[in-house]
């Protein structure tokens, strides 16, 4: 499946147009997806600091856990509010980068992973029970953000 | 010689235009200060939340400092690094920039509050209960915005709107960049 016209069209929209257009949109709705970088940062190493062994350890997982979600979810939700006008501006120039396939891929799979695996051994009692899954989840998680990130700080340069 | 002058002369020294005008070594470093801000600022965040009350009330403050304090001074070490030499590779640039200078203006203030917190505040954080006493409460969203502010106005760097070689500007921005536009400019 070709998706070449998609993100041509993407790119057509309005919104898209109005950003390429003016001067400061685009540094000033980017400046809000590093926030929101910022904000993620801390609620997933909240989280996954614990899983591998440091930051608050004397707290339970899943305490922390709930602790950071709503706080990962508003950051998220910043992230698609300010990412997805970012790309609409820059769509075709996306589709031929590899470090937006990367920083997608990455993202798929990060947030199948922390809503499916991350959850259940976070939520379950599992990472107490078991410290070496508890790492290894915690590992998974922070690679597959920092994939995330690679990508995202990579396409500027690409 | 004058601060001008100085940052002029080390913008013309060997390894500053090397880094300035290295394929890798300034996208590499201009990366590592991005992705240490999600450790930095991120930690920072979390810990003023606390303070402020909104997440982790059953955490004594005192624990989330003494266990999350070091991850936010590593990545302290490495923005203040990775910044130095962003700044040592555009050096006068930098120097003239109005989002620069007032992101300077913001982190002295940003630090300020840190001394006053753990010299004025933090000393009683043994009677602190769920929620922090306001003088707390107040230095967690003193810092949540000056941060916010700062990881805002370091973005903005990258753009030369202001830029002392894009005239005319107001006299107020050349006033506030340190630039004396040449006559031929205008």
């Known amino acids: 499946m070709d998706l070449l016209p998609t993100f041509e069209w993407f790119y057509a929209t309005p919104v898209g147009e109005t950003i390429r257009n003016s001067v400061w949109l685009f540094p000033v709705i980017e400046a809000f997806h590093l926030i929101g970088l910022g904000v993620i940062g801390g609620a997933v190493l909240l989280v996954n600091l614990r899983l591998l062994g440091v930051g608050l350890t004397r707290q339970p997982v899943a305490q922390l856990s709930t602790e950071a979600q709503p706080w990962l979810l508003g950051a998220l939700a910043l992230m698609f509010a300010s990412g997805f006008p970012l790309f609409l501006s820059e769509a075709t120039k996306a589709y031929y980068s590899y470090a937006f396939w990367v920083k997608m891929t990455c993202l798929f799979s990060v947030l199948v992973f922390t809503f499916t695996i991350h959850r259940r051994v976070t939520q379950g009692g599992l990472a107490e029970d078991n410290p070496q899954l508890a790492k290894l989840v915690g590992l998974i998680s922070l690679v597959l953000w920092f994939g995330v990130a690679w990508g995202g700080r990579w396409i500027g340069f690409s | ?186």
């Open chain 2, 1 to 186: 010689m004058s601060l001008l002058a100085f940052f002029g002369w080390l913008g013309e020294t060997s390894w500053s235009v090397a880094l300035h005008e290295s394929q890798y070594a300034y996208s590499i470093l201009e990366s590592i200060h991005v992705w240490t801000l999600a450790l930095f600022f991120g930690s920072i965040v979390m810990f003023d939340l606390r303070l402020l009350g909104w997440i982790m009330r059953d955490v004594p403050v005192g624990e989330v400092v003494s266990r999350l304090l070091p991850w936010t001074i590593a990545g302290f070490i490495v923005m203040v690094i990775t910044g130095s030499l962003l700044f040592y590779a555009i050096p006068l640039r930098s120097y003239q920039s109005i989002f620069f200078r007032t992101k300077m203006l913001l982190l002295l203030l940003a630090g300020l509050n840190v001394w006053m917190f753990h010299t004025r505040v933090y000393p009683q954080v043994a009677t602190w209960g769920g929620i922090p006493p306001k003088r707390a409460r107040i230095a967690g969203g003193v810092s949540l915005a000056l941060w916010t502010c700062i990881v805002f106005l370091g973005r903005m760097i990258a753009y030369n709107w202001f830029d002392c070689d894009r005239q005319p500007q107001s006299d107020l921005i050349n006033f506030l960049t340190s630039c004396i536009p040449m006559e031929s400019e205008f």
